[in-house]
């Protein structure tokens, strides 16, 4: 027989599920290794599209999943683009 | 003497009454200040993501050339004052980089891919770095 259950077992804190680590994917990577020197092209619109929202603002680091180094060459790049008008700098 | 990249927009209804002319016009302004032009191709020809001064279109040129730091100020200012220049950029390029960069823009005429090509990372790794990440 299971021992009765106590009055107070819905307020007990339940166990964390223990989470899986998942590798952050950074998009600057080739291969996972890090470019050096790092490198990132203004006019490469195809990649820098996707570090964009649709208002055109740059995605922050939780979303793009950069590293402190390629946000900082990705933020550069896209700010180069939109002086080049080749993105703008306010979307829809 | 560093590498530059430079890029610039030129009026597109000069550009296509007389193409080469205007094209001439960018080279002759980089040697003109004591430049050498590794590399000088029509990038992409499109439409601005906003006007500027009233321009919708505009035609890309890329160049990559050698050239003295002090000679990039007096070249810029003489950019403004061209007409057929609507806007440009001109960056440093890392001189670990500057030879594929140059290659890749002098045989591509497609549209430029992720740089720098792999020739260049592979010497680049830090052979101890991989054997941390496996």
Redesign the interface.
């Known amino acids: 027989m299971p021992p009765p259950k106590s009055k107070f077992a819905k307020f007990a804190k339940k166990k964390a599920k223990p989470r899986l680590k998942v590798k952050r994917r950074d998009p600057i990577f080739i291969d996972g290794v890090r470019p050096r020197p790092m490198f990132v092209d203004y006019k490469d619109l195809e990649l820098l599209g996707k570090l964009v929202n649709r208002q055109a603002k740059i995605l922050g680091r939780r979303k793009s999943g950069c590293t402190a180094a390629s946000q900082h060459a990705v933020t550069s790049a896209i700010k180069r683009a939109r002086f080049m008008a080749l993105l703008p700098f306010v979307g829809e | 003497m560093v590498v530059y990249e430079g ?1 610039f ?1 030129l009026d597109a209804s000069k550009y296509a009454r007389d193409p080469v002319a205007t094209a001439q016009q960018v080279t002759d302004l980089i040697t003109q200040f004591g430049g050498t032009i590794l590399a000088s191709r029509l ?1 992409d020809e ?1 439409k ?3 006007p ?1 001064k009233g321009h919708r279109k ?1 035609i ?1 040129w ?1 160049t990559y050339f050698r050239m003295a730091g002090a000679n990039i100020t007096p070249l810029e200012r003489q950019c403004e004052i061209t007409d057929e220049i609507i ?1 440009k ?1 001109i ?1 440093k390029v ?1 001189a ?2 500057a030879d594929a960069l140059v290659e890749h823009a002098l045989a591509g005429d497609a ?6 090509p ?1 020739a260049v ?1 592979a010497s ?2 830090d052979p101890s ?2 054997e941390s ?1 496996e």
């Open positions: 890029m927009i990038w499109r601005l993501a906003y500027i505009g890309y890329l806007r950029l960056l890392d670990r980089i549209a430029p891919k992720r740089t720098p792999p990372v680049a790794i770095e991989i990440e």
